[in-house]
Nanobody, 126 residues
């Protein structure tokens, strides 16, 4: 069974950086796209970034491009999120998600993804 496992979260001071990883395990893993979402306490899950598993298409949530960079390593079945210039408002649980079938809709929708990781906590202290 395919699982998505996030890592790399932690406590960082404002202005610092973190790199999150999402590793997909399972012999049958295949993805059309993968994404990062985040959820702060009391708030809805928010789209962060998405990447097609082939080609170079990337997508970012409003105001995050420029500070966050999504990337992938197909050989390792791993997706990354490089987060720079972190702010206190970036504090949240970060989830990775994958979609296994082709898609022409909006990558920012939670409903676009059929598999989710368990999340990793990112805390930015001000």
């Amino acid at each position: 069974q395919v699982q998505l496992v996030e890592s790399g979260g932690g406590l960082v001071q404002a202005g610092g950086s973190l790199r999150l990883s999402c590793a997909a395990s399972g012999r049958t893993f295949s993805a059309y796209a993968m994404a990062w979402f985040r959820q702060a306490p009391g708030k809805e899950r928010e789209f962060v970034a998405a990447i097609r598993w082939s080609g170079s298409n990337t997508y970012y949530g409003d105001s995050l491009k420029g500070r966050f960079t999504i990337s992938r390593d197909n050989a390792k079945n791993t997706m990354y999120l490089q987060m720079n210039s972190l702010k206190a408002e970036d504090t949240a649980v970060y989830y990775c998600a994958s979609r296994s079938t082709s898609y022409s809709g909006t990558y920012a929708y939670v409903s676009a993804y059929d598999r989710w990781g368990q999340g990793t906590q990112v805390t930015v202290s001000s």
